[in-house]
Nanobody, 118 residues
Framework: QVQLVESGGGSVQSGGSLTLSCTASRDSYCMAWFRQAPGKERETVAIIYGYGLTTLTDSVKGRFTISRDNAKNMLYLQINSLKPGDTAMYYC???????????????WGQGTQVTVSP
């Protein structure tokens, strides 16, 4: 069992920045950030493998950076140049599999809200 706790969300103006953090109770090989806006399906934002390989969804490339600190069991999402379309609940997720695709994540945090005003 892995407990995940997100922090760092908030309300910012368009063009602003935030850093989301996720504290994990133990390390997991695959970790990811997802987001879900009201009335929309959950979307994969970024995935990071245990050795550091990352993937980002096209809409956030060049603006978002996912990183992890394995020694501290921490996951981060640096968000720059925020847009109103980034408004969503952001979730940290983890799974033990070595297949770090966007499916079948076993463990989820409670989410942290990001709201971007024009």
């Amino acid at each position: 069992q892995v407990q995940l706790v997100e922090s760092g969300g908030g309300s910012v103006q368009s063009g602003g920045s935030l850093t989301l953090s996720c504290t994990a109770s133990r390390d997991s090989y695959c970790m990811a950030w997802f987001r879900q806006a009201p009335g929309k399906e959950r979307e994969t934002v970024a995935i990071i493998y245990g050795y550091g390989l990352t993937t980002l969804t096209d809409s956030v490339k060049g603006r978002f950076t996912i990183s992890r600190d394995n020694a501290k069991n921490m996951l981060y999402l640096q968000i720059n140049s925020l847009k109103p379309g980034d408004t969503a609940m952001y979730y940290c997720a983890a799974k033990a599999s070595i297949n770090c695709d966007s499916s079948s994540y076993d463990y989820w945090g409670q989410g942290t809200q990001v709201t971007v005003s024009p």
